[in-house]
């Protein structure tokens, strides 16, 4: 199923062209509204010490920055080993005033030996958006790709993100696109990888669970989507363009 937008006015040039977005490709969807279902699969999250507040598509979690976290169990569909290609995209709202390193916005971290399979996040410290893919994780996470945005982003507010894999085994595989944006990419990582390796990891947004809950969000998360798919660089503008103007995209 894909969405197009009728427009009761007639647009000029180019404007013609219509908005679609690949709603078939979702693999799971978090709209907080009042709680973490899952309102396209069946990866139900659980919350703890969540509040919801007035976002920009309805209603947004809102995470505390010291205790809130979104725990999602494993699942064959949120597996993201073996080359599986997949994007992720959400609403994000940076709080510059948060004084903290680095916030996951979300992960898979494997607690048996304290490693990651992915990572996505955002440096406070920095004031870049990162992405981060763990191969064999024996080899005491030397085994990993990962990028982040050339460009600092330092404005308090709402941002949209995409982080797209195209199940190659190099930098050049990772995209990052900030407000439908594709952005030039500094490596962080470029060692040997082949695949992500999977294990019984849950999905972790806005927190990372590791005995105690670290690296927490300091405020609101919103529209978080799984796609197993590279999304396009139109699918991905108008999926921005979309949800930073208060439009849900899968209503």
């Avoid at 699969?41 to 509040?51: F, L, R």
């Avoid at 992915?118 to 990962?146: E, H, P, V, W």
């Avoid at 999304?231 to 899968?250: F, K, P, R, Y």
Wanted: glycine share 8%.
């Amino acid at each position: 199923l894909e969405i197009t937008e009728m427009y009761t006015q007639e647009l000029a040039g180019n404007s013609v062209l219509p908005i679609s977005y690949p709603l078939a490709n979702i693999i799971s969807e978090y709209k907080f509204e009042n709680n973490v279902l899952d309102t396209v699969g069946t990866n139900n999250g659980t919350a703890t010490a969540i509040t919801y507040v007035t976002g920009l598509v309805n209603k947004a979690a809102d995470f505390n920055g010291s205790t809130s976290i979104v725990e999602i169990p494993d699942s064959a569909s949120l597996d993201f080993s073996n080359n599986k290609i997949f994007s992720f995209s959400g609403l994000v709202y940076l709080d510059q005033s948060a004084g903290v390193s680095a916030d996951i916005i979300v992960e898979k971290f494997d607690i048996g030996i304290s490693q990651y399979e992915m990572i996505i996040f955002y440096r406070f410290d920095t004031k870049k958006f990162r992405i981060q893919l763990y191969g064999d994780k024996s080899t005491n996470a030397t085994n990993r790709i990962g990028v982040e945005t050339t460009a600092t982003f330092t404005t308090t507010g709402w941002k949209h993100v995409t982080y797209t894999y195209d199940g190659g085994t190099t930098v050049s595989s990772l995209k990052i696109y900030v407000d439908g944006v594709l952005q030039a990419l500094t490596t962080t990582f470029s060692e040997t990888f082949v695949s992500i390796e999977n294990s019984t990891a849950q999905v972790t947004i806005g927190g990372r669970r590791d005995g105690a809950v670290t690296n927490i969000w300091n405020g609101p998360l919103d529209c978080f989507r799984f796609w197993d798919k590279e999304l396009t660089q139109v699918e991905t503008t108008a999926i921005a363009t979309a949800e930073l103007a208060g439009t849900d995209i899968n209503p």
